[in-house]
């Protein structure tokens, strides 16, 4: 068994499942109480799901003295945990555990360790941007700022391409580099804030107009006809 990183801070409890299971619910009120509490032991564990201490898997006398109950009703609820399939145990380490509590551990691990690529995939074409706007603008603005990266970021998960900032960029480069007022607005917070789907609805637009005008002066017909 391997220490899995990445521990939540809170345990995800499903009320649903909790009531509809029913080897727990063959357990006694009692029993149950003490499983939940078990539970906390298991997600404070140095494997999350597993009763472990320094390494090495709980004995039955070490959990019922951490529970802090005694004899005739520890018993009673180890009997119902171990018989009712509640609480499980390693065949290979001898470790107790909650099957449960580990499948969420492990998705919860899955999830975060995409969403760590995922963030760094973002922080590249982030910095790709900024390092584009830099020298289209002719600013100076960091490529690691994590505001930046985070509103970056922000439209990326709208549906924005890499393209779409460019368009951006090059758009209100040429409309506000120079002008006294303008030119300080040429930053990331203002070109990819609220305004940028009306900043890009612009871009585009001018790039249609752009193409039409080529192709109205490309057309030999038309000196014809003046």
Request: one cysteine or more.
């Amino acid at each position: 068994m391997q220490k899995i990183k990445a521990k939540k801070h809170y345990i995800l409890f499903h009320p649903g499942d909790w009531l509809g299971d029913l080897a727990l619910n063959a357990c006694s009120l009692q029993t149950q109480g003490a499983w939940i509490r078990l539970l906390c032991y298991m997600h404070e564990s140095e494997l999350c799901g597993y009763l472990i201490t320094n390494g090495k898997p709980m004995e039955k006398k070490a959990i019922q003295k951490l529970m802090k109950i005694d004899n005739e009703n520890f018993d009673s609820i180890w009997t119902e945990l171990i018989e009712n399939g509640v609480m499980k145990r390693d065949e290979k380490t001898g470790a107790y555990f909650s099957k449960r509590m580990i499948n969420d551990h492990e998705k919860y691990v899955l999830k975060a360790e995409t969403n760590e690529v995922s963030w760094k995939k973002i922080a590249e074409q982030a910095s790709a941007i900024i390092d584009y706007l830099n020298k289209k603008a002719k600013k100076d603005y960091s490529v690691a700022d994590p505001e930046y990266i985070k509103r970056i970021g922000q439209k990326f998960e709208s549906g924005y391409q890499m393209i779409d900032f460019k368009k951006v960029i090059d758009y209100k480069s040429e409309e506000w580099l120079g002008d006294k007022k303008m030119d300080q607005f040429l930053r990331p917070t203002t070109l990819f804030g609220d305004k940028f789907g009306e900043y890009l609805t612009q871009a585009n637009q001018n790039v249609k107009t752009e193409k039409a005008n080529k192709t109205v002066a490309s057309n030999p017909y038309n000196n014809m006809r003046k």
